[in-house]
């Protein structure tokens, strides 16, 4: 049974850090490309960074240079440090697991999202 476990989010001033992590298990780790994708309320959901296990990375443009994705393939887990936090950045952010490598069918795994809200 796959499961993803997101952690650390929570509330903070503009200007201010946070560092996500999502704790994989019940899939294989290598095989999949993780990202963050994050939803405000009355918008739909978009993604904002994902790294693949060869290392690839891509961000959405509104967070370049202040957010990093990284992956740590001992501990099956992926982080996103996110500086600069702005109250546009508010919202739930969900961890995803798209199986891209490997055997078998394509799997696409969703964690439960944790709340991100950047007061101004």
């Known amino acids: 049974q796959a499961q993803l476990v997101e952690s650390g989010g929570g509330l903070v001033q503009a200007g201010g850090s946070l560092r996500l992590s999502c704790a994989a298990s019940?899939?294989?780790?290598?095989?999949?490309?993780m990202g963050w994708y994050r939803q405000a309320p009355g918008k739909q959901r978009e993604l904002v960074a994902r790294?693949?296990?060869?290392?690839?990375?891509v961000y959405v443009d509104s967070v370049k240079g202040r957010f990093t994705i990284s992956r740590d393939s001992a501990k099956n887990t992926v982080y996103l440090q996110m500086n600069s936090l702005r109250p546009e950045d508010t919202a739930v952010y969900y961890c995803?697991?798209?199986?891209?490598?490997?055997?078998?069918?394509?799997?696409?795994?969703w964690g439960q999202g944790t709340q991100v809200t950047v007061s101004s």
């Open positions: 995803n697991a798209l199986k891209t490598l490997g055997p078998g069918p394509r799997s696409d795994y």
């Open positions: 019940g899939i294989v780790f290598s095989r999949n490309t």
């Open positions: 790294i693949t296990h060869g290392g690839v990375i």
